[in-house]
């Protein structure tokens, strides 16, 4: 089955601690994304890249770093300098750099500062 | 001025009805224009896209772009409980993909 496959699905972090969430797709997209979502509020873009071994900030990249080392594979760590990092994190894909093309989400991760 | 701005709701339609959901962008350079449904707790998902001024009909959806207006809408026809969930509207912003505060829909039996 093709897809975009983030792992994991729930993840708690403590106060003060790296944590890194997966996203896999093997849909042989070109781009990726990197949101977050809190609740009641629509999508904030963290990170995206359209191509392997580049990447570019989003709006809201403070506190984020993201790697691109294979195609398949957009990986984003959560670090201890972002203040507020408990919210629901979502992964998409899309074709290429068509202004047209179409994101795909995979199922997200649920992030809690405990 | 946000990008991508909706009414966030939540927006109430018997059943049966036209649900009306609407969206408005700032830059006018946009090409690209998006609605993903989404339902508590998951992801969102595509279920149209516009590129071009006028309708696209697709099923019991119909999306409509006015690119003078700067002002794209989702029409979600004979609307059925099912329907009820939170619709964000997309934007490409050259790269990007911004996306809109989301419309929470009730669809009342």
């Known amino acids: 089955d093709g897809g975009i496959t983030q792992s994991p699905k729930y993840l708690f972090r403590k106060e003060g601690q790296n944590v890194t969430l997966s996203c896999e797709q093997n849909?042989?997209?070109?781009?990726m994304y990197w949101y977050r979502q809190d609740p009641g509020q629509g999508l904030r873009l963290i990170y995206y890249?359209?191509?392997?071994?580049?990447?570019q900030k989003g709006d809201i990249a403070e506190g984020y770093s993201v790697s691109r080392e294979k195609k398949e594979s957009f990986p984003l760590t959560v670090t201890s300098a972002q203040k507020n990092p408990t919210a629901f994190y979502l992964c998409?894909?899309?074709?290429?750099?068509?202004?047209?093309?179409?994101?795909?989400f995979g199922q997200g991760t649920r992030l809690t500062v405990v | 001025q946000k990008e991508v701005e909706q009414n966030s709701g939540p927006l109430s339609v018997p059943e049966g009805a036209i649900a009306s959901l609407n969206c408005t962008y700032s830059?006018?350079?946009?090409?690209?224009f998006f609605w993903y449904r989404q339902y508590s707790g998951k992801s969102p998902e595509l279920i149209m896209f516009?590129?071009?001024?006028g309708d696209k009909e697709d099923g019991r959806f119909t999306a409509q772009l006015n690119k003078a207006s700067q002002y794209v809408s989702l029409l979600i026809r004979d609307s059925q409980p099912s329907d009820s969930a939170t619709y964000l509207c997309?934007?490409?912003?050259?790269?990007?993909?911004?996306f809109g505060q989301g419309t929470r829909l009730t669809i009342n039996p």
């Open positions: 830059d006018r350079g946009s090409q690209s």
């Open positions: 998409a894909s899309s074709p290429g750099r068509d202004r047209g093309s179409k994101a795909f």
């Open positions: 516009i590129y071009s001024n």
């Open positions: 890249s359209q191509i392997v071994n580049d990447f």
């Open positions: 849909l042989n997209h070109d781009a």
């Open positions: 997309a934007v490409n912003r050259g790269q990007k993909l911004v």
